[in-house]
C-alpha cells in the first residue's frame, strides 16, 4: 500500500525521536511491501523562527494531505517569552483543533521487564494495561475569554471551562465503545462535586450509558483518580475525562510504565487523518544529546499503522519488536536501573530494527 504520512518533528527531542521512528516505519514498509512518502513540514518553534507562526498554513495543508501525522514534541525555554505572546504550544493546540481531533487515546501498557523502572512497587504495576481517553479539543485549553483584565484595580487572568454537551456526548461515547472492546468497565473522571461543566458531564455520560448496558460504568473525582492511579492502577480499564484532567492524569500514568518516555498517543476524529505523537513533550533537559528514549513515538506510530492504516500485522511487527528489545534488557537512560548500560537514542531504535519481523 502506498501512504503519504506528513511529520512535523517540531523543537528539542521532537527530532530524534521523528528520526528514529521513520527508519521504523521504512524497515516496516520494506519487510511488507508499502511505500511510505514522509512531507515534512515546520510547527512549534521551529515554525516560529522561519515563519514568526507556530502553525503555517502550508503545515495545515500538508496534514491534511495525507493519511496520517507524526509528530515528535512542541516547545522550549526559547520561545517561553516570545515576544507578540506567540508560543509553539498554540501549534499543537491548532493543529489537534484544524483536523478536529476530539478523542486522544493514551493507552498505558507495562511491559514486564520494566516494572523495576517504576518509582512504584512490582506488585501495583506488573502488567498494568488501561486507556486514557482524553477530551482533545474543547475545555480550558479552547473557551473564550481566555485574557487578561483588570479586576478591583489589579491586574488578573481569565480561562474559560466549557463544553458543550455534544462535545461531552461524542468522547463519553467513545469511551463506552473502547470499553465495550477491552474488559467493558469505563471510569469517567470529573469533578462533579465543584464543577458545572463536570456535572453536565456527568448527566450526560449516565444518558450515553443507556446505550451501553454491558459495560460497568463508575464516576470519579478527579483528585481521588490521581490517588487510585498509584494505590491501584490495575482497577481501570478505561478512563474517560476532558482536556485538563486527562492530561495531567497521563503523565501520572507514565510512572507505572517507568517513564514519561514509553507512553505513546493517537489522536483521532471522525475524518481522517489522525495524528500520532508521544505523550511527553521537548526535553529541553537532554535535548540534542541522543539521549531521548524513542519507544513511545515508535508505538505511537504502531497505533498510526493499526488506526489509520489498518495495518494490524504490522502494527502488531513494531509492539513486539519494543517488547523484545525491552526484554532483552536494552535501555535509555529514563528506564535503566543503576549501573545498567545505557543505550542511544541510535543504538535503541538500531535495537528495534534488529528485533522486526513478520
Ligand atoms: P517533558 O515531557 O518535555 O519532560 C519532562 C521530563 O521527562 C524531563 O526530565 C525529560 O527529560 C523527560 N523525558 C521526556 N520525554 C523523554 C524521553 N523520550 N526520553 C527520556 N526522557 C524523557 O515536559 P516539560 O519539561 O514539562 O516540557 C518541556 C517543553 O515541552 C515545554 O515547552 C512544554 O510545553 C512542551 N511539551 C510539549 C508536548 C508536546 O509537544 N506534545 C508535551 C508536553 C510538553
Ligand atoms: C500534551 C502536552 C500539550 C497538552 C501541550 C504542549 C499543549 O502537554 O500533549 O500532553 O497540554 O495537551
Ligand atoms: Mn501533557
Not at 448496558?213 to 481501570?236: C, G, S, T, W, Y
Amino acid at each position: 500500500m502506498n501512504k503519504t504520512i506528513t511529520i512535523l518533528p517540531g523543537d528539542g527531542i521532537g527530532l530524534e525521536v521523528v528520526k528514529a521512528t521513520t527508519v521504523v516505519l521504512d524497515k516496516i514498509a520494506d519487510m511488507y511491501g508499502h511505500h511510505f512518502d514522509y512531507q515534512y513540514a515546520d510547527i512549534g518553534g521551529a515554525a516560529i523562527d522561519k515563519y514568526e507562526n507556530p502553525l503555517p498554513q502550508e503545515t495545515i495543508d500538508a496534514c491534511k494531505n495525507s493519511d496520517g501525522v507524526l509528530l515528535g514534541a512542541v516547545g522550549g525555554p526559547k520561545w517561553d517569552n516570545h515576544p507578540k505572546g506567540i508560543r509553539p504550544e498554540q501549534g499543537l493546540l491548532g493543529i489537534r483543533k484544524e483536523l478536529k481531533l476530539f478523542a486522544n487515546l493514551r493507552p498505558v501498557t507495562g511491559h514486564e521487564s520494566l516494572t523495576d523502572s517504576s518509582t512504584l512497587r512490582k506488585e501495583v504495576v506488573d502488567n498494568v494495561d488501561l486507556m486514557i481517553l482524553r477530551e482533545l479539543t474543547g475545555g480550558l485549553y479552547f473557551g473564550e475569554p481566555q485574557e487578561r483584565r483588570q479586576v478591583d484595580g489589579e491586574e488578573a487572568a481569565v480561562d474559560t471551562l466549557q463544553y458543550k454537551k455534544s462535545e461531552i456526548e461524542r468522547i463519553v461515547r467513545q469511551g463506552f465503545e473502547m470499553a465495550k472492546l477491552r474488559r467493558k468497565q469505563l471510569t469517567s473522571v470529573d469533578k462533579a462535586n465543584v464543577l458545572e461543566s463536570s456535572r453536565l458531564w456527568r448527566e450526560t455520560v449516565e444518558e450515553v450509558k443507556k446505550d451501553y448496558p454491558e459495560v460497568e460504568l463508575d464516576h470519579m473525582l478527579v483528585d481521588n483518580a490521581a490517588m487510585q492511579l498509584i494505590r491501584d492502577p490495575k482497577q481501570f480499564d478505561v478512563i474517560v475525562t476532558e482536556n485538563m484532567f486527562g492530561d495531567i492524569l497521563s503523565d501520572e500514568a507514565s510512572m507505572l510504565t517507568g517513564s514519561l518516555g514509553m507512553l505513546p498517543s493517537a489522536s483521532v476524529g471522525s475524518e481522517a487523518p489522525g495524528l500520532y505523537e508521544p505523550v511527553h513533550g521537548s526535553a529541553p533537559d537532554i535535548a540534542g544529546e541522543g539521549k531521548a528514549n524513542p519507544l513511545a513515538t515508535i508505538s505511537s506510530a504502531a497505533m498510526m499503522l493499526k488506526y489509520s492504516f489498518d495495518m494490524q500485522e504490522e502494527a502488531d511487527s513494531v509492539d513486539r519488536a519494543v517488547a523484545e528489545v525491552l526484554t532483552s534488557g536494552h535501555r535509555t537512560g529514563d528506564i535503566a536501573k543503576q549501573g545498567e548500560p545505557i543505550l542511544s537514542t541510535e543504538e535503541m531504535t538500531e535495537k528495534v530494527l534488529n528485533a522486526l519481523k513478520k
